[in-house]
């Protein structure tokens, strides 16, 4: 049995602050302790005490005077757009059909996909996330390659291979059948080995036919355990033309209630601009809205109105996510950074607590998989990441005036990156150090 006894200054959110000073919402260690045997936690509390418990051949590890809080979370991203990041394009459309699609074509290689995943999980590992839900390719190829590096390196992920049969490249283009059976194959291959989640992913109503709809219904009534992820109101251009294609529905949001797909476990990226009444479905069905604050402000799409969703009659749930590739960041920092300004020029604020509780258990949350990820509970899985306050020179130097808890973090919100990234842990396992510089081939 591989025991491990982490030590630094512990971070974990028990609920959502209601204020920057709820002190309630969340559980803090000055000089922590976080005992962990075999991928689990089996004890946190103040070192000294933890030590206490810690048998005579526990292994040690000093992270002081780092912040140690459980893994970031990322909610909506897509695993073969790692080089179209940073395209120039006016809207969402046009980079789609510009950039996007042609770049997902490659896929179908299996060589290319496994490359692709293993830099994705790279970048993961070294922003400290570690766990995602990720699109993959309309491929069968790059769920399989997406799957098998999350389970090489133990991590708990969310994804799917991508339901399309209109509306892109002829290299990108399934079937309603074959998108069912490629799917089931997926779920039947890789759901529950390891710590992989198969998610149901029609990209979004302009890229699926009704009958193809009617696949992801049919898989979602087969197996109402899993996820769902699509698109939803992310673009004006893109809901007027989706519209157009589903004239029946009563709006963007009812063409996915009229199939089935919406529920606890639907993340539906952006869901910008939504109508009062389409807010109330989503409510009522438990759906998540997923903020993608640097891809909005990247493609132009809109401002997210993530407090104000929050606080209807009818609140929605939400989570927070990078967006990668329209996303310009693998970052969840520079995630909240871009979610803050965007809360600025909305007339609203966005405490760090807030934000910080979003990127672990909110998202985890979203996600239903709370009682595994997103907290330093004992009995949950050991997946963390080591924050430095004082990664580079700004910040050191920033980090000299500050004095509370949320001042720091605001900090790391505010100007950190991978750089602040000390380690990061998956399942008790040290994965950061470990990698190469990733300069290329």
Known sequence: MTKTLIRGRLLTFKRAPMSLTDTESYAYEHDGGLLIEDGIFAAIGDYADIKAQAAQDTHEIDHRPHLILPGLIDT???????????????????????????????????????????????????????????????????????????????????????????????????????????????????????????????????????????????????????????????????????????????????????????????????????????????????????????????????????????????????????????????????????AYKIQQVLGQRLNPLDSFHLMTRGNAEALSLVDRIGTLEVGTDADLVVLNAAATPAMALRLETVTTLPEELFLLQTMGDDRAVAETYVAGKAMKQGLEPNLGA
């Open 76 to 338: 909506h991203l897509h695993f073969p757009q790692m080089q179209v990041i940073a395209s120039y394009a006016g809207s969402l459309l046009e980079w789609l059909n510009t950039y996007t699609f042609h770049e997902e074509c490659r896929f179908v290689e299996s060589d290319h996909a496994a490359r692709i995943a293993t830099r994705f999980y790279d970048e993961m590992i070294r922003h400290g996330t570690t766990t995602a839900a990720a699109y993959c390719s309309v491929h069968k190829a790059s769920a399989d390659a997406y799957f098998a590096e999350a389970m090489k390196r133990g991590m708990c992920m969310v994804g799917g291979k991508v339901m399309m049969d209109r509306n892109a490249p002829q290299g990108l283009l399934d079937t309603p059948q074959m998108s069912y059976e490629e799917t089931r194959a997926v779920i039947e291959q890789w759901h529950g080995k390891g710590r992989n989640h198969v998610a149901i992913t029609p990209r979004f109503a302009i890229t699926s036919t009704p009958e193809q709809m009617q696949a992801a219904q049919a898989l979602a009534q087969e197996f109402p355990d899993l996820h769902i992820q699509t698109h939803l109101s992310e673009n004006l251009d893109e809901i007027r033309y989706t519209c157009e294609l589903y004239p029946e529905a009563k709006d963007y949001t009812d063409i996915y209630a009229r199939y089935g797909l919406l529920g606890a476990k639907t993340l539906l990226g952006h869901a910008i601009h939504l109508s009062d009444r389409e807010a109330d479905v989503l409510s009522e069905t438990g759906s998540v809205a997923v903020h993608c604050p640097t891809s909005n402000l990247f493609i132009g799409s809109g401002l997210f109105p993530l407090n104000a969703i929050r606080r209807r009659n009818k609140p929605v749930r939400v989570a927070v996510a990078t967006d990668i590739g329209g996303g310009s960041s693998y970052s969840m920092l520079r995630t909240m950074d871009e």
